[in-house]
């Protein structure tokens, strides 16, 4: 059962207690709200501000555990403040760990930062959690995708159109790297696992994907430099620097290119254009 007394006060004060500045906002010198404003949450949760400012008022619909999640991750709450957020509107909280999607509150502050760079925060399956305006405008709209589709190592052997974004010299050395991944994922994780389910689907469906399994490949990792083709812009060159999350197994990914050369110009070029609609 829902507790909208409690959900109420514990909601008004995470969102007193989180500043502009922890989500790269600017504060500005007209502010005199503490905390966020709640337009600003709701902004950041995908939900009118009426919505969340009744459940501050302890009114309205009961809320879902889709909008209890997105609530959660937009006031930057860790995982224990999750789970009590859950409660007090009356659902069990989500599992913790490698099947957990929601982004702790140190790896979305510096994500919040970098709304000027292409970044994503992605599991160890590839599923892209969160991407900046920069990173949907560099890969696509990864938010498209559900199921088994979600994870680009997936989709890399399930639908070939994919590979589009990337330079043809590297294609054998990523889907070699993607199968040794999987393959990393299905031995910490188990036979019941997320990793063992996807990899049976594609054995299933992919003969390519066989014949890479069948290597027994393990240790691949991402080269230092990734190259893509966009559709608008041409060939790029990016560093891809990474932030691993341990406890929830997530990584933060973000693609810089070296100043003065031509894929910063594009990159810049493409922070003015947006988004192409890649299919990556």
């Given at each position: 059962m829902i507790d909208r007394a409690g959900l109420a006060a514990f909601l008004r004060s995470r969102r007193e207690a989180l500043q502009p500045e922890d989500i790269g906002l600017p504060r500005g010198p007209r502010r005199r709200t503490s905390g966020l404003r709640r337009e600003e949450v709701a902004a950041r949760c995908t939900m009118s501000t009426d919505y969340y400012a009744r459940l501050e008022q302890e009114r309205g619909p009961h809320p879902s555990p889709q909008m209890i999640a997105a609530i959660a991750q937009g006031l930057h709450l860790s995982l224990d403040e999750r789970d009590h957020l859950f409660r007090l509107a009356g659902h069990p909280p989500p599992p913790r760990g490698v099947l957990s999607e929601h982004v702790s509150p140190g790896l979305a502050r510096i994500f919040d930062r970098l709304y000027d760079t292409p970044a994503e925060i992605v599991t160890e399956l590839g599923e892209t959690l969160r991407q900046t305006p920069l990173g949907v405008a560099l890969t696509g709209d990864a938010s498209r995708y559900t199921g088994p589709e979600r994870s680009?190592?997936?989709r890399?052997?399930?639908d070939p159109s994919s590979r589009a974004l990337y330079a043809p010299e590297d294609h054998d050395f990523l889907g070699r790297m993607f199968a040794s991944g999987l393959r990393e994922a299905?031995?910490?994780r188990g036979p019941r696992s997320r990793a063992a389910h996807y990899a049976d689907l594609l054995l299933a469906r992919s003969a390519e994907f066989r014949t890479v399994w069948d290597a027994q490949e393990i240790?691949?990792?991402?080269r230092e430099v990734k190259r893509y083709v966009?559709?608008?812009?041409?060939?790029l060159e990016l560093q891809c620097q990474t932030l691993l999350d341990p406890d929830q197994h997530h990584y933060l990914l973000v693609y810089t290119a070296t100043p003065g050369s031509e894929s910063y110009e594009k990159l810049q070029?493409?922070?003015?254009?947006?988004s192409a609609t890649p299919t990556g």
């Open positions: 680009l190592g997936y890399w052997f399930a299905l031995t910490r240790g691949l990792r991402p966009h559709p608008s812009i041409g060939a070029l493409l922070s003015v254009i947006g």
